[in-house]
């Protein structure tokens, strides 16, 4: 009854910018940290940012200064704002989040479907 969907992935020339957006729907009691993992062909995934509900923040450090990382709690929504793209940054983004919906009473780990992120040269 709880889900993550994700949109805002695509294909970018080396220096773009792109959004992903990450909405959760369902009955929801309280939704605690977001973020947003990648996974490269070949490597292990790996986490990129996440935001506490409070606010704070944690990144890896190749994309420190590039990336942001937001949310909206209102709306139950992440955010991740790419700048100054690279090829590195090529991958499948997922979307995850500790939420506890209300009718269980205890958090569970959701993931979004992924969305491919190209970065061209």
């Known amino acids: 009854q709880v889900q993550l969907v994700e949109s805002g992935g695509g294909l970018v020339q080396a220096g773009g910018s792109l959004r992903l957006s990450c909405a959760a729907s369902g009955v929801i009691r309280s939704i605690n940290v977001m973020g947003w993992y990648r996974q490269a062909p070949g490597k292990q995934r790996e986490l990129v940012a996440d935001i506490r509900s409070g606010g704070s923040t944690n990144y890896v450090d190749s994309v420190k200064g590039r990336f942001t990382i937001s949310r909206d709690n209102a709306k139950g929504t992440v955010y991740l704002q790419m700048n100054s793209l690279k090829p590195e940054d090529t991958a499948v983004y997922y979307c995850?989040?500790?939420?506890?919906?209300?009718?269980?009473?205890?958090?569970?780990?959701?993931w979004g479907q992924g969305t491919q992120v190209t970065v061209s040269s």
């Open positions: 995850n989040a500790d939420i506890t919906p209300l009718v269980v009473g205890r958090s569970l780990m959701y």
